[in-house]
Structures are given as structure tokens and as C-alpha cells.
């Protein structure tokens, strides 16, 4: 998997306070899309140990102390990601205990794949759908058109 940014707090991405990882690859090819330089899959950087390592370590950190973790793009559900982005929500789940997950796709809830679909039983929180121009809405809370749907999958939010 490739990524194109990585924020060890974030504070727009979701609720609280935050690690942020922005994955790369989108075949959704949104018109109006804010972020077109992540559609290649192997655009930015290559997601690697050490960088999963820290992640784990930003959300464990008690300095500063993050809610979860938030997975953007890009699509962390583009079939290129799914395996690597399955084995960090895993590890954050048994190492992270108590930190949500919040995630961001192009895919729609009834369109997932099994693979996909996996992932997304073990997130808190996911915001589906594309981005439509024509619904855009700028005072829209945590998704850019009135489209796209807040999934609370977590009982415990
Ligand atoms: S799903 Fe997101 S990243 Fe992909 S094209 Fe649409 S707006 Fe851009």
C-alpha cells in the first residue's frame, strides 16, 4: 500500500483528536474531487512496518492523548489497500484498546466486497459514497455532499 499523508494529531478528521492516515489509490474519479493527486495507487509513499509501528505508538501515546484512528484518501477500501489496511485496523484493535476507527470511502455500504465488507465491521464509524458536485455542501459535518452517509457501526457511540 502507498499513502500520501500521515498526521499524527488531527483535529478535522473525525471526533477529537486524532491520528489520520491518508491511503493511496480511488478508481471513483469523482468530478469535483479535492484530492486527485491520491487516485494512483502508488502515489506518495510506501506504507511501511515502521510507519504502521508508529501509528500504533501515536494512539498509545499518553502525552497527547488521541481518541482513534482515521483512515482517508484515496479509499482505504480500493482493493489494493484492503489487506494492508486490514492488518493495521487489527493491530490497532488489539493493541489500541479503547480507540475508535473512523474510515472514508467511495463505496457504498450495499456495493462492499466480502473483503471490504470485513474491514468495515471492525470500523466505528464509516462515511460512504462519492463525492457529488451537485450536492456539495460545505456546512456538511465530516463528508463534502449530501450524498454520502455517517454509518455508526460501533453500539458503543
Ligand atoms: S472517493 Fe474521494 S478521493 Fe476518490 S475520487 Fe471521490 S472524492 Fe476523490
Known amino acids: 500500500m502507498f499513502y500520501s499523508a500521515y498526521h499524527s494529531i ?4 473525525g471526533e477529537g483528536t ?8 480511488c478508481n ?3 468530478k469535483g474531487c479535492y484530492n486527485q493527486s491520491t487516485w494512483r495507487v502508488d ?3 510506501q506504507f511501511t512496518q515502521q510507519l504502521e509501528d508508529k501509528i500504533i505508538a501515536d494512539l498509545n501515546d499518553t502525552r497527547i492523548r488521541r481518541r482513534g484512528l482515521s483512515l482517508s484518501g ?12 486490514l492488518q493495521l485496523i487489527h493491530r490497532v484493535k488489539k493493541e489500541c484498546i479503547g480507540k475508535d476507527i473512523w474510515l472514508w470511502t467511495g463505496y457504498q455500504m450495499d456495493e462492499l466486497s466480502v473483503e471490504q465488507a470485513a474491514i468495515v465491521a471492525l470500523v466505528d464509524v464509516l462515511i460512504d459514497g462519492k463525492f457529488e458536485q451537485a450536492l456539495a455542501d460545505p456546512s456538511l ?3 463534502g455532499s449530501a450524498n454520502q452517509i ?3 457501526i460501533s453500539k458503543s457511540l
Do not use: E, Q
Not at 488531527?10 to 478528521?13: C, P, Q, R
Not at 484515496?74 to 482493493?79: E, Q, R, V
Open 10 to 13: 488531527d483535529v478535522v478528521n
Open 18 to 25: 486524532r491520528c489520520t492516515l491518508f491511503v493511496s489509490g
Open 28 to 30: 471513483h474519479a469523482c
Open 43 to 45: 502515489a506518495g509513499y
Open 74 to 85: 484515496g479509499d482505504p477500501l480500493h482493493p489494493a489497500n484492503v489487506s494492508a489496511v
Open 141 to 143: 459535518k465530516w463528508r
Open 150 to 152: 455517517i454509518h455508526t
